[in-house]
């Protein structure tokens, strides 16, 4: 892939939950799959669960192709205000280090501050260390362990 490749970002799932570029969705699976394969066959019915429950997706796109994606939130909460979240944030494994993260990253902290969030926030995996150099290089910073109790 040429560095003058043009990156466009575009919505799939708007600010207002709705499916605005449907024909990205069956694209944009593939590349979704490789950071969550555990996603269920149905992945439009999910990601519409996930949309009428706050969810967001944007892509990193280049002609036809999904370089990449973000699932991401707002949420507001006691300890840090206004928190653009994101739940997924993956480039295609064929297309690291090419520009693809720094984009979406750049859209995700642009829009925080268009929504006048105190904060862009994001988990990462413990085993995922090359995701967190990319992380640390982006400005962001461990603030805290995360906890959780797997139910199901």
Not at 25 to 30: D, F, N, R, T
Not at 44 to 53: E, H, K, T
Request: charged share 20%; with cysteine; aromatic share 8%.
């Amino acid at each position: 892939m040429s560095t003058h490749m043009q990156i466009q970002i575009v919505e799939i799932i708007d600010q207002n939950g709705q499916l605005v570029a449907p024909q990205w969705l069956p694209i944009a699976e593939g590349v979704h799959r490789q950071l969550r394969p555990q996603l269920p066959a149905d992945y439009a019915g999910r990601l519409q669960v996930i949309a009428a429950n706050g969810g967001r997706l944007i892509a990193a796109v280049a002609g036809e192709a999904v370089l990449g994606l973000a699932l991401w939130r707002l949420i507001e909460n006691t300890y840090e205000g206004r928190r653009l979240y994101v739940d997924d944030l993956v480039s295609d494994e064929t297309r690291r280090s090419q520009g693809v993260g720094k984009a979406l990253m750049n859209w995700l902290d642009g829009t925080a501050r268009q929504l006048h969030c105190d904060v862009l926030a994001l988990d990462s995996g413990v085993q995922r260390a090359s995701a967190h150099k990319f992380y640390f290089r982006e400005g962001l910073h461990v603030s805290a362990f995360n906890f959780r109790k797997v139910l199901q």
